[in-house]
């Protein structure tokens, strides 16, 4: 393990990304973003590997963690820096107590366009769409939905917040930076690109007209997503198919990420793409 560098200063440039990295994450990254555990670690790695848009460009871990962690930093490139620190010098650098002791600074390449992303689908394709959805926590868990439940692709509107996001990005276990996706254009704009290729697309709410389980899909299915609260605007309902998730009586709504996880489970099902 020749190749670890020690930090002793929080103040060292070289590790400057993750410099106080609750409010670096709400300012502009330019592609860049922070991994945080061994999940996204291990997520970050088989990407960076795969060779694609996502590359790894240094890690940051707890001193007493690196032997742990021996196996999973032998799966980055040599010339990958790894940097190493005391908790006390950890905590000072990340700006609160980091009790998982396992940081990276990675870098994506710029999304597809909207229309790119679509053009690439296959012909049988699954995708989930999100419009509005700014909880870090629920655009984290549309992304492990869509990884687990075999989503082709994800799709946001431009008010969705940005997926890499390191809540966002720990919540989906890494899957942001497996899953493909666009964040471009409005609602309408990016249905109305899914319409024109043919995709079924049926908008997700309560007060649906289907029951979800009782959709025969087509080979080409978006399933649509609004936020907590609001839910998806009239227009959207009033254009598409609506489907509901049927639950208790009473019970204004489910979440975000569970809605998104049943709908996706039983549509992907219906079309035979789970074992």
Not at 62 to 73: T, Y
Request: proline share 4%.
């Amino acid at each position: 393990m020749g190749r670890l560098i020690e930090i002793t200063d929080p103040g060292d440039v070289r590790i400057a990304e993750f410099t106080s990295i609750r409010e670096r994450d709400l300012t502009g990254r330019h592609g860049q973003f922070v991994a945080e555990g061994t999940v996204v670690l291990s997520m970050l790695a088989k990407a960076h590997a795969d060779g694609g848009s996502v590359r790894a460009e240094k890690l940051l871990l707890l001193k007493n963690r690196v032997a742990g962690l021996s196996d999973l930093i032998e799966q980055f490139a040599a010339d990958i820096p790894v940097y190493v620190a005391e908790a006390a010098v950890l905590d000072a650098i990340a700006g609160f107590h980091l009790h998982r002791g396992v940081l990276a600074l990675g870098s994506r390449a710029a999304p597809p366009e909207l229309n790119d992303l679509v053009s690439r689908l296959p012909n049988n394709s699954l995708v989930l769409v999100g419009c509005g959805i700014s909880n870090h926590d629920n655009i984290g868990a549309l992304f492990r939905n869509a990884a687990g439940f075999t989503a082709d692709a994800v799709f946001l509107d431009q008010t969705c917040c940005d997926p890499l996001y390191r809540k966002a990005l720990r919540v989906s276990v890494g899957s942001v930076l497996m899953v493909p996706y666009a964040r471009q254009g409005s609602a309408e704009e990016v249905l109305g690109a899914l319409a024109a290729a043919e995709f079924e697309i049926w908008a997700l709410s309560p007060g649906g007209v289907v029951e979800i389980g009782s959709i025969a899909p087509g080979r080409r299915v978006a399933l649509v997503m609004g936020t907590e609260g609001e839910g998806l605007p009239a227009a959207i309902l009033d254009r598409f198919r609506s489907a509901r998730i049927a639950q208790a009586p009473g019970l204004d709504s489910l979440n975000v990420g569970t809605a998104s996880g049943i709908a996706l489970y039983a549509i992907a099902r219906a079309m035979g793409r789970l074992g």
